[in-house]
Nanobody, 119 residues
Framework: QVHLVESGGGLVQPGGSLRLSCTAS????????LGWYRQPPGKPRELVAH???????DYADSVRGRFTISRDNTKNTVFLQMDSLKPEDTAVYYC?????????????WGQGTPVTVSS
């Protein structure tokens, strides 16, 4: 069982920045993918960005160029640097971890951290 602990959400003005972090613990296998999803009010959850333990990074079109995902493999920690924030970035942000154990994938979620972009 993998436990994810997130931090860094809050209230920020448009154009501002926030940095989210998430640490995965308890995995007996390498954490292959670490990423961030978000769920805006009244909308479904969507991918923001994710990164593999091999260094690949993928971003949603809506955040590419503004958000940067990074990872510390030694600590199983993933960061999301969010710059030039917009009101439409307001959402609950969830950390996600995907672990390949043998031939089966296991997916884990954090509890979510709210981000509000408002003046």
């Amino acid at each position: 069982q993998v436990h994810l602990v997130e931090s860094g959400g809050g209230l920020v003005q448009p154009g501002g920045s926030l940095r989210l972090s998430c640490t995965a613990s308890g995995s007996t296998s390498p954490v292959n993918v670490l990423g961030w999803y978000r769920q805006p009010p009244g909308k479904p959850r969507e991918l923001v960005a994710h990164t593999t333990n091999g260094g690949r990074r993928d971003y949603a079109d809506s955040v590419r160029g503004r958000f940067t995902i990074s990872r510390d493999n030694t600590k199983n920690t993933v960061f999301l640097q969010m710059d030039s924030l917009k009101p439409e970035d307001t959402a609950v942000y969830y950390c996600n971890a995907d672990v390949l154990n043998g031939t089966k994938w296991f997916h884990y979620w954090g509890q979510g951290t709210p981000v509000t972009v408002s003046s």
